[in-house]
């Protein structure tokens, strides 16, 4: 693609990668394939190529960013199934990432949505503050009905759930050979802690140690989705020096049991490039692994005898998409005796993407009824994924059982029976 940046343009801080990642564009199309909100809408500034010619415009004007724009970028999920589709190899991820960032700095929005953004910044990167919301929202769920379902804050109490599950503190292993630390995420600890404690029992069994660190923080995925970089950076960087120490100390390795965090972690060395943390956020990045990749390099026993059960594998865009992580849940699932199916459009998004099911609720809900219909399709008794979004979306939308992958695996290598699984 043919750009015009003046030199003035290209010496502001990220034009010069921008227009690098512009002249990438080929404009092929080939995109518009495998867009969830082109698919969905059909409308061409609804996909990847037609935001790539707003942001083109607005970034080689140096203009404010006006409703239009914001409009059509607000409605990207960031799922990134156009960066594997693309035969260009353009970096839409960092290219959207700036985007969004000058939208954030030069456009007012209306001021329900500044208030509505401001409130899930601050509430979904706490986990105390976000269970006290959840506690509220289920006392207010039942007057949902009485509010558009299309707005963001029917689709809050809708997604609230009925019960919050206690903490769960699983025992460590006493003869570990190897040492990990745990992101323990913000809203997965509030809503699901099952899951990371079904994965330390899962390490234990193998020998493995792993470390929470009880000061960690929101790694700063969810404001950085919502061109909040300075407090993403914010986030990341309290969190580079405590882990740091940690790699330091003889943890091999961070892993992450929601992908959307691992996605955002893992691409700290780009977001502090220009930092003088620059050398300890890459080496964060480099030693940071989703756990169904970390689990791959270890040996287990032969898995219980199970009755059996066919799962669906629901591929998470921020892991098949955003870290290209697709065999090894997969694999994982198989050879723990799991009867694995995979649904039709596995490469479209549940409708989840972070907070995007609660910012933009209509499409969000269009995307959440397509992927539950080609789930149910597949007969399947059950539902693993990665990540805590889709597991919430998906559960809402299905009807069906929705586990973490590490929770089946959990099972089968000696586990308890995951309680979301009917008998």
Known sequence: MQTHFTPDRLAEPGMAEAESILRTCVHCGFCTATCPTYVTLGNELDSPRGRIALIKDMFEQGRPADAQTALHLDRCLGCLACTTTCPSGVDYAHL?????AHVEATYKRPLADRLLRAALAAILTRPAAFRLALVAARIARPFAKLLPQASPLAAMLRFSPQSLPRPQSPTP????????????GCAQSVLDPGINAATIRLLARVGVQVVTVPQEGCCGALPQHMGRTGQAKALARHNIGLWSAHLDAGAEAILTTTSGCGTSVKDWGHLFADDPLRTQAAQVARQTFDITEYLARLTFPAPQTLPPLKVAYHAACSLQHGQKVTAAPKALLKAAGFILVE???????????????????????????????NLIRTGADVVAAGNIGCLTQIAAHSGLPVLHTAELLDWAYGGPRPTALPE
């Open 173 to 184: 292993s006493p003869d570990a050979k190897r040492k990990v630390i745990l992101l323990q």
């Open 343 to 373: 649904p039709a459009e596995s490469h479209l998004c549940c409708g989840s993407a972070g907070t995007y099911n609660l910012l933009q609720p209509k499409i969000a809900g269009q995307l959440g009824q397509r992927k539950a219909a």
């Open 96 to 100: 959207l990432e700036t985007a969004r």
